[in-house]
């Protein structure tokens, strides 16, 4: 299948105004100049894919929203590992932190019998029904009441059964926990609350349980926005975000809950925030994802390999805000062009923001920009 | 006589919060309105509120307040120095200069820094107290707010999480009559704030707020009932605000100055706690002439030093949005530091701590 369907094509059952966004950035008169050539002789106009001729491909042709999981290498720095969907990593998570630390509890929508992606399933048992309990059905309570724990300086992991649902609790995330500690000249902060909810597309969700908010969070300083791209990266970064002195978001890819699956280690370990990943080097051209789309992007690589002869560089961004800018730049003063892929909306999606500061990189050249 | 000992200095801080708050000219709200402060909200009227219930609880149970709680800082001896310093955004501010004047906060006194949006901070009270009822502390939490806060969706999650997860907070209500300009028959058309309550299974009360003994022994019943029996009480305390909302309104707009007087002179907390004292003999005319003179020469003498102090480093914009500085922050404070180099004369550069 031609890059260009793949770069435009539609997720059923994702929102209406959502769709895989690319934005591709040449950077370079000389640079570009070889690489057009490149892409000419391929059969490919500047900055124009053609589509498949029809007739070609009907083997080919995909009726429903596709991706591959693809896990990466076992770790072996961490001591024993079990093999685990991502549902099952974020458990273990929860689970080491409740051992670990006596203040922490879980709290949410149905998070007793075990929620309703089965992240929370017998930890109740274990560690006791003031520990791990339902409240009522209120998003904006279950934020603030997350934050007056945290302000005694408990640990406070609080869900959020959808993303879409987040918006109730938009001021007290906003207001109230970006703001508690510079508020308040660092007499008071909420850093050990940490905010967990399933986020992205599914397939079936609609309108109401596909979103993925992060851009109106990272317009909030103050606040830090997470999102893992499998099961191992989900456990470390969790814990990352737990332990992490501000509050946290983490999105947690509902597709992958229960179709990612890796040797996850037993044992607690640590991701650092605001450090992306580079997952592959390449010298040709930057993807940049996070979450789900990061295996579409994978996927895209080796096609671009493939077909186009086109090497590709890929970083899983995995903390939005703060972000690391250097490793992006890095990349890009390397490769001369960046695209950025994400499901949310393409208007104020994190992919301006992270094109716009690109552009804006001291060590990079002047450039032109090419969209579609 | 222990009661009248400690009734005198329930007296002797009202009056003294009095003297802050009462003050017309000059007064805090006098150097808002010359512009020697940008802000300020007095509490005139709602003093026996805030010292009746201050004084019924221990003092390292937490306070989460609104905005028109000082009495309650004021009673745990939050010195006058600070008090200022918050308002003029002086360098000796604790919260650094960065809010609003009024927005207090205290670590050491157990009063959580105030923020402007309305009933943000009940539930937060509320995982405040479920935190208390694990750590098996032995405190409670108040969370203080107005009656046309109790409007707000954050107030309605308060209560229904403070009840079902069995939390040890006092809601303290302070029915005022007018949320800025909106009077109660706009705000609710139920039994006020209090009637709610049973609603979400919550024990109830309504006091005179203006009675700072009925405030105070409310308080104390709710206090010992909250540690022992770990449920929330809330208490709906009727008062009156005297003042206009902040020195950006003017309530001759929407209020007669006829009703205003009458809750100055018939009704106000502190005229009724004198009389109280006075008529048992614990106070009187000559120590009332000295304490309102010593009260002010005390406030008179903070606001003169406050105003000479330097305002705060400009680097203080940039720390403190995470625990540690990240580098898109740390660049933004280059850039401002830069542009201070090349264009530092077009600002007061002078007024700021270097």
Redesign the interface.
């Known amino acids: 299948m031609e890059l260009s369907s793949l770069l435009t094509r539609r997720r059923v059952g994702m929102a209406a105004a959502a769709s895989t966004a690319g934005r591709l950035l040449r950077l370079g008169a000389v640079r570009a100049e070889g690489h057009c050539r490149r892409l000419r002789r391929a059969g490919l106009e500047r900055g124009f894919l053609q589509p498949t001729s029809a007739g070609k491909d009907a083997a080919q042709k995909r009726h429903v929203a596709h991706f591959t999981f693809q896990p990466d290498r076992e770790s072996q720095e961490h001591g024993q590992t079990q093999k685990m969907n991502l549902f099952q990593a974020v458990t273990s998570a929860l689970d080491n932190s409740l051992a670990k630390d006596p203040?922490a509890?879980i709290f949410g929508e149905d998070v007793a019998f075990g929620g309703v992606f089965r992240c929370t399933v017998g930890l109740r048992d274990k560690y006791g029904k003031?520990r791990v309990?339902n409240?009522?059905l209120?998003e904006?309570?279950i934020?603030?009441?997350?934050?007056?724990?945290?302000?005694?300086?408990?640990t406070?992991i609080a869900e959020i059964q959808f993303a879409d649902y987040i918006f109730?609790a938009f001021?007290?995330i906003v207001?109230?926990a970006a703001?508690?500690?510079?508020?308040?000249?660092?007499?008071?902060?909420c850093?050990s609350l940490t905010i967990r909810s399933p986020w992205g597309c599914v397939g079936h969700g609609g309108l109401y349980h596909s979103q993925c908010p992060e851009a109106f969070f990272a317009h909030c300083?103050?606040i830090?926005v997470v999102i893992p791209r499998s099961p191992f990266q989900a456990k470390g970064l969790l814990l990352s975000c737990i332990e992490d002195?501000?509050p946290c978001i983490f999105f947690e890819p509902k597709i992958l809950y229960r179709a990612a699956v890796e040797q996850v280690p037993v044992e607690p370990y640590t991701i650092p925030l605001?450090q992306a990943e580079v997952i592959q080097e390449g010298s040709d051209i930057t993807l940049v994802a996070w979450g789900t789309q990061v295996h579409v992007i994978r996927e895209v690589a080796l096609m671009a390999r493939e077909k186009l002869g086109v090497s590709c560089e890929i970083i899983d961004l995995r903390t939005i805000i703060?972000w690391d800018?250097?490793t992006v730049c890095k990349s890009v003063i390397k490769t001369g062009r960046l695209l950025i892929s994400h499901e949310a909306p393409l208007t104020g999606g994190f992919a301006s923001e992270i094109s716009s500061t690109v552009q804006l990189h001291d060590e990079l050249p002047s450039f032109f920009l090419e969209t579609f | 006589m222990a009661a009248a000992v400690s009734a005198a200095s329930v007296w002797r801080q009202s009056l003294a919060q009095a003297a802050l708050l009462l003050l017309r000219r000059p007064g805090v709200r006098g150097l808002a309105r010359s512009g020697r402060i940008s802000f300020y909200m007095t509490n005139y009227g709602e003093e026996g509120t805030h010292v009746g219930s201050a004084a019924a609880l221990d003092s390292t149970d937490?306070v989460?307040g609104q905005y028109r709680e000082a009495g309650v800082l004021m009673y745990r001896d939050y010195p006058l120095e600070l008090f200022m310093a918050q308002c003029y955004g002086n360098m000796s501010?604790?919260?650094?200069g960065?809010?609003m004047p009024v927005?207090y906060?205290?670590?050491e006194r157990h009063f959580?820094?105030i923020?402007s949006?309305l009933a943000?901070q009940?539930?937060?009270?509320?995982?405040?107290?479920?935190?208390?009822k694990?750590?098996n502390a032995n405190r409670i939490v108040i969370c203080y707010f107005g009656e046309g806060a109790a409007s707000e969706?954050?107030a309605?999650?308060?209560f229904?999480?403070a009840a079902?997860?069995e939390c040890p907070i006092i809601f303290f209500c302070r029915n005022n009559g007018y949320a800025i300009s909106t009077p109660t028959y706009e705000q609710y058309r139920g039994d006020g704030i209090a009637a709610r309550g049973p609603g979400y299974g919550i024990m109830s009360i309504r006091v005179d707020g203006n009675d700072v003994f009925a405030v105070y022994n409310a308080t104390k019943e709710a206090r010992r009932r909250a540690v022992a029996e770990n449920q929330p009480f809330l208490i709906e305390a009727m008062t009156y605000r005297i003042g206009h909302h902040s020195t950006s309104d003017d309530s001759s707009a929407y209020r007669s100055v006829d009703e205003v007087n009458y809750w100055d002179k018939q009704d106000h907390p502190i005229s009724r706690l004198r009389h109280y004292l006075v008529s048992h003999g614990w106070w009187d005319e000559d120590q009332e002439k000295t304490w309102r003179k010593q009260s002010r020469k005390m406030v008179m003498e903070a606001f003169a030093q406050a105003e000479r102090k330097l305002k705060p480093n400009p680097n203080l914009l940039f720390?403190?949005?995470?625990?540690?500085m990240?580098?898109?922050?740390r660049k933004q404070q280059e850039s401002l530091a830069q542009h201070l180099q090349t264009y530092g004369e077009h600002y007061p550069l002078d007024h700021f701590d270097k």
């Open positions: 203040t509890v003031d309990f409240t009522p209120c904006q309570g934020v603030g009441f997350g934050i007056g724990i945290a302000v005694t300086g408990a406070a109730p001021d007290q207001n109230e703001k508690y500690r510079y508020r308040s000249g660092d007499l008071f902060n850093g300083p103050g830090k002195k501000n605001s703060p800018v250097d | 937490l989460f501010d604790p919260g650094k960065r809010q927005h906060g205290c670590k959580v820094t923020s949006p943000t009940i539930p937060q009270a509320v995982g405040a107290a479920y935190a208390a694990r750590a969706g954050d309605h999650a308060g229904n999480f079902t997860l720390s403190d949005v995470y625990q540690e990240p580098a898109q922050l």
